[in-house]
């Protein structure tokens, strides 16, 4: 299954209310640091289907979620269990980094 786009329509049910960890990836089209970043978050999702919920925030269309997380630079991950942000990392990391940061939360 590939990412979600998380939207503030969805956020509630897909974010908050998921009983599995979630991973944001805050995110812009014009952010080459996202844009190099998404493949490996792309793998991710894949590799953790079924444990992980991965959704993508598009930073530009959702400017009211980007607001409540105080996102200032992107790409911004956040990881979410039972509805709380556990953890938060700002720019552009490896596949072994995300990974370990969601290892950490299952």
Same mark, same amino acid.
């Given at each position: 299954?590939?990412?979600?786009?998380?939207?503030?329509?969805?956020?509630?049910?897909?974010?908050?209310?998921?009983?599995?960890?979630?991973?944001?990836?805050?995110?812009?089209?014009?952010?080459?640091?996202?844009?190099?970043?998404?493949?490996?978050?792309?793998?991710?999702?894949?590799?953790?289907?079924?444990? +992980? @919920?991965?959704?993508?925030?598009? /930073?530009? !269309? =959702?400017?009211?979620? &980007? $607001?409540?997380?105080?996102?200032?630079?992107?790409?911004?991950? +956040? @990881?979410?269990?039972?509805?709380? /942000?556990? !953890? =938060?990392?700002?720019? &552009? $990391?490896?596949?072994?980094?995300?990974?370990?940061?969601?290892?950490?939360?299952?």
């Amino acid at each position: 299954m590939a990412e979600l786009k998380i939207t503030a329509n969805n956020f509630e049910k897909e974010a908050l209310q998921s009983p599995l960890p979630v991973l944001l990836d805050f995110w812009a089209s014009w952010c080459m640091p996202c844009k190099m970043l998404a493949p490996v978050i792309d793998r991710l999702a894949e590799e953790y289907e079924g444990r +992980v @919920v991965v959704g993508k925030v598009d /930073v530009d !269309e =959702q400017t009211e979620l &980007a $607001r409540r997380f105080g996102i200032m630079s992107i790409p911004t991950l +956040v @990881v979410m269990k039972g509805g709380k /942000v556990v !953890e =938060q990392a700002v720019g &552009a $990391r490896g596949k072994a980094d995300i990974a370990a940061m969601l290892e950490r939360h299952l």
